[in-house]
């Protein structure tokens, strides 16, 4: 199994910046990806980003392509997400996820091992 931790979040104006950490333990070897994905009230989980663990490949969905950046560091088992110029439709629990295997990158279903979650609320 693989254990993950989010931290990071919090509130912040539109404009400002956050970065959300995620920490992983356990079985490391089985990850493929890691993931950020989001959950406002009343929406479904989507998409944030990814990161290829080897190789370092990234992915964004569209709506925060050239404001959110996405980066690992393999030694330490981290990923991280660093938001910038956050608008108030950002806000959200961004949950961080793993990936086992080659496949979609888009569907949360193809994510094992999710964290618990952390707030971001950005006010306008």
């Known amino acids: 199994q693989v254990q993950l931790v989010e931290s990071g979040g919090g509130l912040v104006q539109a404009g400002g910046s956050l970065r959300l950490s995620c920490a992983a333990s356990?079985?490391?070897?089985?990850?493929?990806?890691m993931g950020w994905f989001r959950q406002a009230p009343g929406k479904e989980r989507e998409f944030v980003a990814t990161?290829?663990?080897?190789?370092?490949?990234?992915y964004y969905t569209d709506s925060v392509k050239g404001r959110f950046t996405i980066s690992r560091d393999n030694a330490k088992n981290t990923v991280a997400l660093q938001m910038n110029s956050l608008k108030p439709e950002d806000t959200a629990v961004y949950y961080c996820?793993?990936?086992?295997?080659?496949?979609?990158?888009?569907?949360?279903?193809?994510?094992?091992?999710w964290g618990q979650g952390t707030q971001v609320t950005v006010s306008s």
């Open positions: 996820a793993t990936k086992p295997r080659i496949g979609s990158i888009w569907a949360p279903t193809e994510y094992r091992y």
């Open positions: 356990g079985r490391t070897s089985w990850i493929y990806a």
């Open positions: 990161i290829i663990w080897s190789g370092g490949s990234t």
